[in-house]
Structures are given as structure tokens and as C-alpha cells.
């Protein structure tokens, strides 16, 4: 079955694209720690929740009886992130923080993870509502 279809499925695939490049970006930046002059390079953030709640936004439920639940949407977003800036500068006169690209490693290889264990999880729910449960 080609799943590039779903836009959710799509969706997803373009995020482990993101990370994947990311995680290049982020081996480039610790290869380089001690390269005189280096600066850090970054991904440009892509919101692919914005990108997912549009696409959800696009899909329209209609109740079918008047016992269904209208939906609800939280009255505040607590999900506020900030970002930290690095002024380090190392011995070598670049702005390479180690610990800092390794957390950041490390948040990345956790979101891959997630996205791959959705897309597998998903993919897996198409083919037992498709072909049963064998």
C-alpha cells in the first residue's frame, strides 16, 4: 500500500526527512568543535504541529446524532518553549558547546524515535483494518 497518500502518514515521513538532516547538521557541528572560527550551523524550525492542525482542520466532522460531543479546544497553550542563545566561545575562537550539541543530539534521536514508532504503529493499524488480523 503506498501510504504517501495520507497526509498524516506523509506528514510523518517529512519529519523523520527533518530530523535525519538535522542529526547530520548537529555530527557537523561536533566534527567541527575544534576547527578555529567555526560557527554552529542550525535548521531552520519548521512547526509541523502548525503543519498537522491545519491539515486536521481541513477534515470537517459532522455529528450524525445529537448525542455526539462537539469538540473543544484548550483555552491556553502551556507549550511555550525558550530558546537559549550560546555567547561561548572557546579556546579556538568558535562557538562549539559540546554538552549543548549533545543535548541537542539527544532530544533529536528521542523525536525520531517517537515519529518512527507512530509511523510504524500507524502503518500497522492499515493493514489489520485492510487485511485483518493475522
Excluded at 15 to 25: F, H
Excluded at 96 to 112: G, T
Excluded at 117 to 125: S, V
Aim: glycine share 4%.
Amino acid at each position: 500500500m503506498d501510504y504517501s497518500s495520507i497526509k498524516l502518514m506523509s506528514l510523518m515521513k517529512t519529519k523523520m526527512s527533518y530530523l535525519a538532516e538535522n542529526q547530520d547538521i548537529l555530527a557537523q557541528n561536533i566534527a567541527n568543535a575544534d576547527t578555529p572560527g567555526y560557527r554552529p550551523k542550525q535548521l531552520q524550525k519548521v512547526d509541523f504541529e502548525d503543519m498537522a492542525m491545519q491539515e486536521a482542520h481541513r477534515l470537517q466532522m459532522r455529528a450524525t446524532s445529537p448525542t455526539h460531543l462537539g469538540g473543544t479546544k484548550p483555552e491556553q497553550d502551556f507549550r511555550t518553549e525558550t530558546q537559549r542563545k550560546t555567547y561561548e566561545t572557546t579556546p579556538v575562537k568558535n562557538a562549539i558547546a559540546i554538552e549543548e550539541q549533545m543535548a541537542m543530539v539527544s532530544k533529536n534521536k528521542l523525536e525520531y524515535d517517537t515519529v518512527t514508532n507512530l509511523y510504524r504503529k500507524t502503518a500497522g493499524l492499515f493493514r489489520i483494518a485492510l487485511l485483518g488480523n493475522r
